[in-house]
C-alpha cells in the first residue's frame, strides 16, 4: 500500500472545547502521521470556496457561518491509505450514524458541527492540501 497524504481540518466546535489534542491522538493512534499543522481563522471568503461544490445546498449558508465561527487547525496527515484511513477515524457525517470509537461518534455536536473534515479523494486532497498549505513546510 502506498503513502498517501490527506488534508484535515478539527473544526470551530472541537477547538472551542479544547479537543485538538484528544483528536490529534486519535488520528496518530490510527497510523496517521500529522506532517503539517496550522491554526487559523477561516475568512468567509475562504470557507466559501472550499466548501464551493457544496454551493447549491441548503445548508452551505450555515456551514460557512459555522467554519468561521471559531479557530479551526488545518492539517497534512500522512500515511498508508492515508485519506481512506482518515475516513474511517472520522466516521460517518452525521454523528447519530457514526460507529463507535470514531472521532464524530465521539465528539460531534452535529451533523453540522461534527468536529473534523477530512478529504474524500486523493485528487481533492491534493486540492486541499494546496489550498491551505501552498508555500508552506509539509516535512514527512
Ligand atoms: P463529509 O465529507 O463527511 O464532511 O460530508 P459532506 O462533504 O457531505 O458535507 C460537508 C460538511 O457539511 C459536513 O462535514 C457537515 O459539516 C456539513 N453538512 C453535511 N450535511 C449537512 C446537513 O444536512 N445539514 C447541515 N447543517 N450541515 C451539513
Do not use: W
Not at 66 to 86: D, I, K, Y
Request: charged share 25%.
Amino acid at each position: 500500500m502506498a503513502i498517501e497524504r490527506t488534508f484535515s481540518i478539527i473544526k470551530p466546535d472541537a477547538t472551542r472545547r479544547n479537543l485538538t489534542g484528544q483528536i490529534n491522538t486519535k488520528l496518530e493512534a490510527a497510523g496517521l502521521r500529522i506532517v503539517a499543522q496550522r491554526r487559523i481563522r477561516m475568512s468567509r471568503e475562504q470557507a466559501e470556496a472550499f466548501y464551493g461544490v457544496h454551493r447549491e445546498r441548503p445548508f452551505f449558508g450555515s456551514l460557512c457561518s459555522f467554519m468561521t465561527s471559531g479557530p479551526v487547525v488545518v492539517q497534512v496527515l500522512e500515511g498508508e491509505n492515508a485519506v481512506a484511513r482518515n475516513r474511517e477515524v472520522m466516521g460517518a457525517t452525521n454523528p447519530a450514524n457514526a460507529a463507535a470509537g470514531t472521532i464524530r461518534k465521539e465528539f460531534a455536536e452535529s451533523i453540522e458541527a461534527n468536529s473534523v473534515h477530512g478529504s474524500d479523494s486523493a485528487e481533492n486532497a491534493q486540492i486541499e492540501i494546496a489550498f491551505f498549505f501552498a508555500g508552506c513546510d509539509v516535512v514527512g
